[in-house]
């Protein structure tokens, strides 16, 4: 008889995964809402995080209490530090990067690509970002908020390089032509070849 080879694929719980992301944004200032979005985004791209973490419709966009769950206990532990902006100890920074080494390179690229992406934004940045481009929230005082100065985020978005101008202008709330113009009164010029595009557009 034949013998069946079992192979065991490693699954990552809330606690590596949380790690993991730390890990990545272990140079930049982040918040628990850092963590929450770029982990809700990995989710969408990566298989394993999607399966071991719930995220549900929240006043500040999708939130899971996994998630919440995993950094109180990581601050009680003394692995992360108790101020608002969150770095690992020392003795975290090691329990990182063991989590860390848990995914496979294909994931590790992801994840820091992510972790990048929004430890580059502020929370109100993140929170418009994700409220624009998923849309999983519950009415509130905070995404009103945020809402109300959708433009002015949009624009910073728009010039730290992180997303499209097609984007932004739908962050905003705006048409193309309307952002631009938006833009210009305030100054700021989009890139020549982004307004060359535009003018091909208005054309058609």
């Not at 950094?71 to 990182?96: F, P, V, Y």
């Not at 985020?153 to 984007?167: E, T």
Request: net charge negative; hydrophobic share 40%; charged share 30%.
């Amino acid at each position: 008889m034949r013998e069946i080879l079992v192979i065991e694929i490693e699954t990552l719980d809330p606690y590596d995964i949380v790690l993991a992301f730390l890990y990545a944004c272990r140079n930049a200032n982040i918040t628990r809402i850092h963590v929450q979005k770029g982990l809700y985004i990995a989710s969408k791209y990566i298989e394993k995080f999607n399966e071991s973490l719930e995220f549900k419709a929240y006043r500040m966009g999708p939130w899971s209490e996994e998630i919440n769950d995993v950094i109180t206990q990581l601050i009680d532990n003394g692995d992360l530090t108790r101020d608002k902006i969150l770095r690992l100890t020392e003795r975290g920074l090691e329990k990182a990067f063991n989590s860390w080494n848990k995914l496979d390179e294909n994931d590790k690229k992801i994840l820091a690509k992510i972790a990048d992406f929004v430890s580059k934004m502020s929370v109100d940045e993140l929170l418009l970002y994700v409220y624009t481009v998923y849309g999983e929230h519950e009415k509130s005082d905070v995404i009103k908020s945020i809402l109300k100065k959708r433009g002015s985020l949009a624009i910073n978005i728009y010039l730290k390089g992180l997303v499209s101008l097609g984007l932004a202008a739908e962050m905003a709330g705006m048409s193309l032509p309307e952002f631009i113009d938006y833009m210009k009164k305030r100054g700021i010029k989009p890139y020549e070849a982004e307004e060359k595009d535009l003018e091909k557009v208005e054309k058609l």
